[in-house]
């Protein structure tokens, strides 16, 4: 059974940083594509940044390019995102994803696999 399990978020000033991490079982890590996604109150879920199995592809959404840096390590089966400059704007639920295939493409109906969220609340 594939479990997915996002950890790291919290509450933090504007300016601020967090690192979100998660962890994925019951699969073979190094054969899945990997994202992270976000879903704010009333809007619809995004992708924030999304890596290939090897790493060598990463996709980054406009807002947090330059901000966000995302990073796998397949020997520890986790998967991180480091965010830093966090604005208000970035508050959301974020969630971890898998997709057992190649690129870094980061649509929401691509993923196979979700864990249950981390809360990410940036106050101004």
């Known amino acids: 059974q594939v479990q997915v399990v996002e950890s790291g978020g919290g509450l933090v000033q504007a300016g601020g940083s967090l690192r979100l991490s998660c962890t994925a079982s019951?699969?073979?890590?190094?054969?899945?594509?990997l994202g992270w996604f976000r879903q704010a109150p009333g809007k619809e879920r995004e992708g924030v940044s999304c890596?290939?199995?090897?790493?060598?592809?990463?996709y980054y959404a406009d807002s947090v390019k330059g901000r966000f840096t995302i990073s796998r390590d397949n020997a520890k089966n986790t998967l991180y995102l480091q965010m830093n400059s966090l604005e208000p704007e970035d508050t959301a639920m974020y969630y971890c994803?898998?997709?057992?295939?190649?690129?870094?493409?980061?649509?929401?109906?691509?993923?196979?696999?979700w864990g249950q969220g981390t809360q990410v609340t940036v106050s101004s």
């Open positions: 994803a898998a997709r057992r295939a190649s690129g870094s493409w980061c649509y929401v109906n691509l993923y196979d696999y």
């Open positions: 019951g699969l073979t890590f190094d054969e899945y594509g």
């Open positions: 890596i290939s199995r090897s790493g060598g592809k990463i």
